[in-house]
């Protein structure tokens, strides 16, 4: 019987979301979404209020059009894992990536908010025999991504933000039959003592499979699907039930620290504060120290309404968007030039920000850091910057932004280093968990000189990989 719940603690809740299309998820997968900070859920109706001449009353308040659902997300970034659970273009294993992150989006999400016992770690049930039933799940349909942010500073973890419209909302309680429960059933179809009982498989609970494709009963499947049949307007859909079974990705970095991240940022060719710590043309030696950045990328829609139906059945986006990211650094130095000029020599400039891992830890040969993402903006335009002085302060104060435009092919591109590879290719030392590795692949010789154990554990093709040395007692 589960527990009295009191409170919802952060350890008990968790957002997860399905491949697309929701109405038809090509794999049915469900997967768990990593580092959520905080999730927001909001819900409220359209009515049309009708009066009457010659009444000081309402006749009637009409609901009009499908409720406004939406569902807003915080998150910190690890790998890009997220990012192509949300249905970005995002190259994955540090390839090229070709387009912007609109190229091909995946959209038209189930998202569900689950929440389990309170005692318990919500992905602890991935291990229990029952999974996840008993949970509460709250479903939210056909979401479509209608904001998406970055934002790091100084002192904080790299942060993203983002924000769904959905067509449905529904609340149920994660129940069904396992699939092994299916199976057993299955199994005993020969044994089944009902023999008029042709048209459906009977659990001993009184459960039924129906076997009839159009009537199937989606009860033992675990979840109702809440996303509605848009283009046939907004009709319930049957018969896709999900079996809550959700894949857990462990990211190869917890969280990307502000100590990480190297931004790449090309100086004015107008003159003005000293933006990327290039010294050439200046009057005075000085730098630039960048505090914090911040992306907004926007996926304005136009939503399709039609006779017949209160929902909408087509969220369309529109070509082209424009994002913005803008910058706070401290500059002590400035570069010479004429800002009048920029009428006659408006240029784009390339913006790429790189999120590492903090310290030198990798696995990789000889480099120093694993990139875990790039981000990369490849047509930013200048729009303004603000200088501050003040007294006591050791340098100016410099606010810069950028606008630029966003297409399928162009604006702001993405790219991550999942899947997590890092306990297939690095050595023992650089786990941060224990890490079991095969005896037979580590070869022990005595240095009679110097009396020193040296271990060698084998990488590829049998070539010594790394070296310990323990001293012989």
Not at 10 to 36: C, M, Q, W
């Amino acid at each position: 019987m589960p527990q009295l719940r009191n409170a919802i603690r952060y350890n008990a809740a968790g957002l997860f979301l399905t491949d697309s299309p929701a109405i038809r998820p090509e794999t049915k997968d469900i997967h768990f979404f990593n580092r959520v900070q905080k999730a927001d859920i909001s819900v409220s109706v359209n009515r049309q209020d009708i009066k009457n001449l010659g009444s000081d009353s309402f006749l009637d308040r009409k609901i009009v059009s499908e409720p406004d659902i939406t569902i807003n997300f915080d998150y910190f970034l690890t790998d890009g894992h997220e990012e192509s659970v949300l249905g970005f273009n995002i190259a994955s294993g540090h390839q090229d990536v070709s387009g912007s992150i609109y190229k091909d989006l995946k959209e038209d999400k189930t998202a569900f908010l689950v929440i389990g016992e309170e005692p318990f770690d919500l992905t602890g049930y991935a291990a229990k025999p029952g999974k996840f039933k008993g949970c509460t799940a709250i479903g939210l349909g056909n979401c479509y991504l209608t904001d998406y942010s970055i934002s790091a500073s100084v002192g904080s973890i790299a942060q993203a933000s983002a924000s769904m419209k959905c067509s449905n909302i529904n609340y149920q309680c994660v129940e069904g039959h396992t699939w092994e429960e299916i199976l057993e059933a299955i199994g005993a179809i020969l044994d089944q003592e009902d023999n008029a009982d042709d048209d459906f498989i009977r659990f001993q609970d009184d459960g039924r499979i129906v076997l009839d494709g159009e009537n199937e009963n989606t009860a033992f499947k675990g979840l109702k699907m809440p996303s509605l049949d848009l283009v046939n307007k907004g009709a319930e859909i049957t018969g896709t039930g999900l079996i809550f079974d959700p894949i857990l990705y462990n990211s190869a970095a917890a969280a990307l620290a502000p100590g990480g991240i190297k931004v790449n940022l090309e100086n004015l060719n107008v003159g003005g504060p000293i933006l990327s710590g290039d010294f050439t043309g200046t009057c005075f030696n000085g730098h630039a120290n960048i505090q914090s950045f911040n992306i907004t990328v926007p996926f304005e829609r136009e939503n399709l309404y039609g006779f017949e139906s209160m929902h909408a059945y087509g969220r369309k986006m529109k070509y082209p968007q424009l994002g913005n990211i803008s910058f706070e650094l401290t500059s002590s130095a400035f570069e010479s030039g004429e800002f009048f000029d920029i009428l006659c020599d408006d240029r784009e400039y390339k913006i790429e920000i790189l999120l590492n891992n903090q310290c030198n830890f990798s696995c990789l040969g000889s480099a120093s850091k694993d990139t875990f993402m790039k981000l990369i903006v490849d047509n930013a335009k200048f729009d303004n910057y603000s200088i501050s002085n003040s007294i006591g302060g050791q340098a100016s104060t410099v606010s810069c932004n950028f606008s630029f435009g966003m297409s399928r092919g162009e604006g702001f591109c993405m790219s991550g280093s999942y899947p997590n590879t890092r306990e297939e290719d690095c050595l023992p030392s650089t786990q941060h968990v224990p890490f079991d590795f095969d005896v037979s692949r580590v070869l022990t010789d005595v240095d009679t000189a110097t009396n020193v154990k040296v271990h060698t554990i084998l990488g590829d093709e049998n070539k010594p990989a790394d070296l310990t040395t323990e001293r012989e007692p």
